[in-house]
């Protein structure tokens, strides 16, 4: 589904990528990381994820605007809309942050077929 969106443009129109930038070709990877986050952002709570499995259904830089982006996708399919666990698009982004440089934006995307 995901090369299927890329190939065809469509990743490309939805997520608004300057026209100048040439065919998506994105990575997948799964590893183990170690990061920390705060579950709610108006409490002091930071909770640690020690060398816990995280799996990157897509990843690809694009521009957008004329900037960098880097775009973390989690893509699903299933016979009903049901919900996404945010953990799925957060992981994946903490887990790549502190190996980019802090300009980049990262833009989860959730991607999902029925």
Sequence with gaps: MVNLACASGLLKEALSLDDEASIIVPATGQSTFT??????CDEDTILEHINGQVEIDAVFVGKRNG???????????SEKFDSLAKHKLLYPCL???????????????YLRSI
């Design 35 to 40: 990061f920390r986050f705060k579950p709610i």
């Design 67 to 77: 900037k960098e982006n880097l775009f973390v996708i989690e893509a699903k399919h």
């Design 95 to 109: 887990s790549l942050l502190e190996k980019l440089p802090a300009s980049m934006p990262i833009v989860p995307v």
